[in-house]
């Protein structure tokens, strides 16, 4: 059974960094595209990073850029997401999501629709 588990959410101020962490079942894991994603109260769920199976490949929407980094811990099952120079506008629920093929594709990777399995989310809000 895939179990995706987000965690590392808070309030932070402008400028402040937090890392979240999405725990994963071993098969999800080694196997599989990793997203992260966040929703806005009244927007759409967006695509913020993604990595596939074994790193090769990371992708970034353009508005965190240079500012978020997304890894994997393979001791740990566990894929990170390291957001520094945190904004007003980062502020929302952030998902963890898995696709079943192993590696993520430049046109594909943003999309929700590529991603079959979703964690409960963890909250970020960033004030100013």
């Known amino acids: 059974q895939v179990q995706l588990v987000e965690s590392g959410g808070g309030s932070v101020q402008t400028g402040g960094s937090l890392r979240l962490s999405c725990a994963a079942s071993?098969?999800?894991?080694?196997?599989?595209?990793m997203g992260w994603f966040r929703q806005a109260p009244g927007k759409e769920r967006e695509g913020v990073a993604a990595?596939?199976?074994?790193?090769?490949?990371?992708y970034y929407a353009d508005s965190v850029k240079g500012r978020f980094t997304i890894s994997q811990d393979n001791a740990k099952n566990t894929v990170y997401l390291q957001m520094n120079s945190l904004k007003p506008e980062d502020t929302a629920m952030y998902y963890c999501?898995?696709?079943?093929?192993?590696?993520?594709?430049?046109?594909?990777?943003?999309?929700?629709?590529?991603?079959?399995?979703w964690g409960q989310g963890t909250q970020v809000t960033v004030s100013s």
């Open positions: 071993e098969y999800t894991y080694s196997s599989n595209c």
């Open positions: 990595i596939s199976s074994g790193g090769a490949y990371a």
């Open positions: 999501a898995a696709q079943r093929f192993r590696r993520c594709w430049p046109d594909t990777w943003y999309s929700k629709d590529a991603y079959n399995y």
